[in-house]
Each structure stands twice: as C-alpha cells, then as structure tokens.
C-alpha cells in the first residue's frame, strides 16, 4: 500500500490544519490507519489511529481534545483535523496502515510519505 499525505503548511499557533492520507492504487477500507510526527532533532511519534470501521480511535496524550482522526472509507481517505496548533505541533507528519488499530499504533505495517507542518508563535 502507497499512501501519500497532504495538507500541510505554515499556520500561526491557534490555527487550524487539516491533513489528509489517500493510498495510490489499493483501498485502505479494511486497514486501520493512524498519523505520526517527526519533529526535528527528535523520534518519530504516534499522534492518533483509527479502526477500520472508524468506531474506535486512539490519541496521544499531548493532542487529546486537540485533534481528531477521523476517515471516509468511501472515499478512501482518512483525515487528521488539527486545531489550536501550537508551536510544538511543528513536525513532518505520517500517515500509516495496519491490520489493527493496536499494529497500527505502535508497528505499522504501511507507512505514507510526509507533509511538514510548521507552527509560528
């Protein structure tokens, strides 16, 4: 599966973003998919994960209430809505396919290519 991210830009601490995964050539409908970051000069990170019927979702402590996970099976999509980003939110972000969403959370079986989000204090 060949995902490819999307969305990202510059934004001002508060602002919103909202990223989006797509797979190229192959539906993610059965996978459960999940979002990482990278922030510079640190490991990568898990940011949050869904099942594949979108009935369960997994967070990282430091973006609950924040961010929202969330896919479109039909359109094959599974999307990451960013809101009162801050300065620490900068990082590459990736997204990410497995079987479940436990795989998916901590060793996924898929990973997409990134998109930079940088946050201005």
């Known amino acids: 599966v060949q995902l490819q991210a999307s969305g990202g830009g510059l934004v001002q601490a508060g602002g919103s973003l909202r990223l989006s995964c797509a797979p190229s050539g192959r539906t993610i409908s059965t996978y459960a998919l999940g979002w990482f970051r990278q922030a510079p000069g640190k490991d990568r990170e898990f940011v949050a994960a869904?099942?594949?019927?979108?009935?369960?979702?997994s967070y990282a402590d430091s973006v609950k209430g924040r961010i929202t996970i969330s896919r479109d099976n039909a359109k094959n999509t599974v999307y990451l809505q960013m809101n009162s980003l801050k300065p620490e939110d900068t990082a590459v972000y990736y997204c990410?396919?497995?079987?479940?969403?436990?795989?998916?959370?901590?060793?996924?079986?898929?990973w997409g290519q990134g998109t930079l989000v940088t946050v201005s204090s």
């Open positions: 869904i099942s594949w019927t979108g009935g369960s979702t």
């Open positions: 990410a396919a497995g079987s479940t969403i436990a795989v998916v959370t901590t060793a996924p079986n898929y």
